[in-house]
């Protein structure tokens, strides 16, 4: 039952935030086998031409869901410029998944408005890692 | 104590009539400024050195706008200030409240009344500021050793000179450090002479 849900958050030329989600556990930490793991990622990165694809199809930066693999779908949110947050969940609600992107949205912009984050570059603030990981936990669970 | 309320009142009413610019441009633009000069510099106790030097620059400044607004708002400080604990009042009521609409507390006083603290409990410089968890590039550390806030020192320092108190600041504890507020510290190293007499004296 307690499928994980894998967050990403994709620059233009490399993932900037990675984020394996265990919403029913009472600790965030990932505890997945290797494998499903890093079919998760495929699955999610070989979303990533699709993103382009609908991306020219909607006015709204809410992608809803581009890529349905199996029973898991990729929902995608595109920020203003062009950085790309990824969720691939087992078929959560597109209200659910929507809301949880706009609270994310809300902290990648805090953070960079960080004089020290330089933009398009690998995320590593522990504080910002709590905040998605404490949303993904109110949100998608 | 009644002084205590004076200084402020006269802050709050100071600190009305100033021109405003937006807190958050305001924090980026420090922001920048920190951060090209740790780019350029690259030793965050150089870069240290350079925001005091900067904030000396602002610190002349400031004080001679304080001193006209003030006495142009007849608050009461045509009254000079007696002693050291005066002047740690005026600094933080009056002068913090003036120019960054921020409460300053002062306290801390020492023995022999020649050292203070300065409490800041939100800081507007620092808003949406992280420091970036040590890199392994350059040793573990290297940005722990920066004080954000530094420009503050500088200004106390170069306003305090100019009305012939010779000071050494420091910042002591850093909310960016995980302090719970911010401390700067004070010390009167001298009073100085009135320097221009020299040049007026006949030979």
């Not at chain 1, 199809?57 to 809410?62: E, F, I």
């Not at chain 1, 087992?90 to 809301?99: C, P």
């Not at chain 2, 708002?73 to 120019?99: H, P, W, Y």
């Not at chain 2, 306290?107 to 970036?132: A, K």
Request: hydrophobic residues 40%; negative net charge; glycine residues 8%.
């Amino acid at each position: 039952m307690s499928t994980p849900v894998l967050f990403v958050i994709v620059g233009k030329n490399e993932p900037l935030f990675e984020a394996e989600i265990d919403t029913h556990s009472s600790i965030g930490a990932p505890g997945q086998n290797d494998l499903s793991t890093r079919q998760n990622y495929f699955v999610l990165h070989s979303a990533l031409d699709l993103v382009e694809k609908s991306a020219f199809t909607t006015n709204s930066m809410y992608l809803r869901v581009v890529d349905k693999v199996n029973h898991q779908q990729v929902s995608t949110f595109l920020t203003a410029a062009n950085v790309k947050f990824m969720l691939l969940h087992g078929g959560k609600g597109e209200e659910v998944v929507k809301n949880f992107f706009n609270e994310v949205y809300g902290y990648y912009v805090k953070l960079s408005m960080n004089p020290f984050y330089k933009y398009d570059t690998p995320i590593t603030s522990k504080a910002f890692e709590a905040r998605v990981r404490a949303a993904a936990r109110a949100y998608l669970s | 104590m009644s002084s205590k309320s004076q200084a402020a009142q006269a802050g709050q009413a100071l600190w009305s009539k100033m021109p405003k610019a937006n807190a958050e441009l305001f924090a980026l633009t420090y922001g920048s400024l920190v951060t090209e000069l740790v780019r350029d510099y690259e030793d965050p106790i150089e870069v240290n050195a350079q925001l005091d030097r900067i904030g000396h620059s602002i610190g002349v400044r400031c004080v001679d706008e304080f001193l006209s607004k003030a006495d142009v708002a007849g608050m009461g400080l045509a009254t000079q200030c007696q002693n050291l604990r005066d002047t740690a009042e005026v600094v933080s009521k009056i002068g913090f409240k003036m120019f960054l609409g921020i409460q300053a507390e002062v306290g801390g006083f020492s023995h022999d009344q020649r050292s203070f603290s300065i409490y800041l409990q939100d800081n507007p410089l620092s808003t949406f500021v992280e420091l970036p968890p040590g890199d392994e590039q350059s040793g573990g550390d290297d940005l722990r050793k920066l004080k954000y806030s530094n420009l503050y020192c500088g200004v106390i320092r170069g306003a305090l000179e100019q009305v012939n108190l010779k000071v050494e600041c420091s910042i002591v504890r850093d909310t960016l450090k995980g302090d719970e507020l911010n401390e700067i510290r004070v010390n009167l190293k001298e009073v100085l002479a009135d320097g221009a007499g020299d040049d007026y004296k006949e030979e």
